[in-house]
């Protein structure tokens, strides 16, 4: 079992940065691949970005592809998500899963509670 707990979240102008941090625990972290998924308000969770058990592989949704970075460390049983050059419309709560290297949420077996992002334009 894998328990996950984001930090990082916050409030940004548009054009800022921000990094995601996701501390994971349990001995099984290191074999499994990782994804961020965000949920804005009135809208279904949507893929953001996955990255392989070795971070050898990555993976990003078109509306996120050139902003953002996910990486890894897994001696520190973390996951990052380095996002840059912030919209307003990447305001949402972020998740950080668990799971097999796809992009769709279903194949995630462990979440987070999730960390509020909100970019004010």
């Known amino acids: 079992q894998v328990q996950l707990v984001e930090s990082g979240g916050g409030l940004v102008q548009d054009g800022g940065s921000l990094r995601l941090s996701c501390a994971g625990s349990g001995r099984t972290f290191s074999s499994v691949a990782m994804g961020w998924f965000r949920q804005a308000p009135g809208k279904e969770r949507e893929f953001v970005a996955a990255i392989n058990w070795n971070g050898g592989s990555t993976y990003y949704a078109d509306s996120v592809k050139g902003r953002f970075t996910i990486s890894r460390d897994n001696a520190k049983n973390t996951v990052y998500l380095q996002m840059n050059s912030l919209k307003p419309e990447d305001t949402a709560v972020y998740y950080c899963?668990?799971?097999?290297?796809?992009?769709?949420?279903?194949?995630?077996?462990?979440w987070g509670q999730g960390t509020q992002v909100t970019v004010s334009s």
């Open positions: 899963a668990a799971g097999r290297y796809r992009w769709t949420s279903t194949y995630y077996d462990y």
